[in-house]
């Protein structure tokens, strides 16, 4: 829709701020209940795994679940709780990137440990997690310290 340059100067009603605040908090809610689901998945498919794995058990495949709850639904859900900006879509993207290949990594590490052997690149997952979700978080950082100026 085309607006014109008088309209961007006129200031917002209280009504549409109170709504603007609600649909980021729609939006971070929801972010964080697909965290959830993705952490209930992956603990599913981490009981299946050891339900066929013999008796043999790991870590990694049993608590991978925590890392998309730890580090997706939580910050998420306080984002929502609080009302707090919400972060822009690069921000967002690389973040969920670093929580994507942590949660892989687990799996992967956790297929490897109840098979019985291990691979040397395995190290390159909590690396490259790590540096994407500090990232997206500096990213966030950035965004928020550019919009208050």
């Known amino acids: 829709m085309y607006t014109s340059d008088t309209d961007k100067n006129t200031p ?12 980021r908090s729609r939006a ?10 993705a952490a209930a998945a992956v603990a599913v498919i981490g009981l299946v795994y050891e339900l066929f794995s013999h008796g043999v058990w790991s870590p990694f ?4 679940f925590m890392v998309p ?3 997706g639904a939580l910050p998420n859900f306080f984002i929502w709780l609080t009302g707090a900006k ?7 993207n690389v973040y969920a990137c670093g929580v ?4 892989a990594g687990c799996l992967l590490k956790g297929v490897l440990e109840i098979f019985g052997t291990t691979n040397h690149l395995i190290k390159i997952y ?3 997690g790590v540096l994407l979700t500090v ?7 950035a965004e928020k310290k550019k919009a208050e100026v």
């Open 69 to 71: 709850l730890v580090l």
């Open 61 to 64: 495949m049993g608590f991978g």
């Open 28 to 37: 971070a809610g929801s972010i964080a209940f697909r965290y959830t689901a």
């Open 135 to 141: 990232a997206g978080a500096i990213l966030y950082l």
């Open 100 to 103: 994507v290949t942590l949660t």
């Open 12 to 23: 917002r009603a209280p009504e549409s701020r109170k709504s603007a605040d609600k649909k």
């Open 126 to 128: 909590p690396v490259a």
């Open 86 to 92: 919400e972060p822009g879509p690069a921000a967002e």
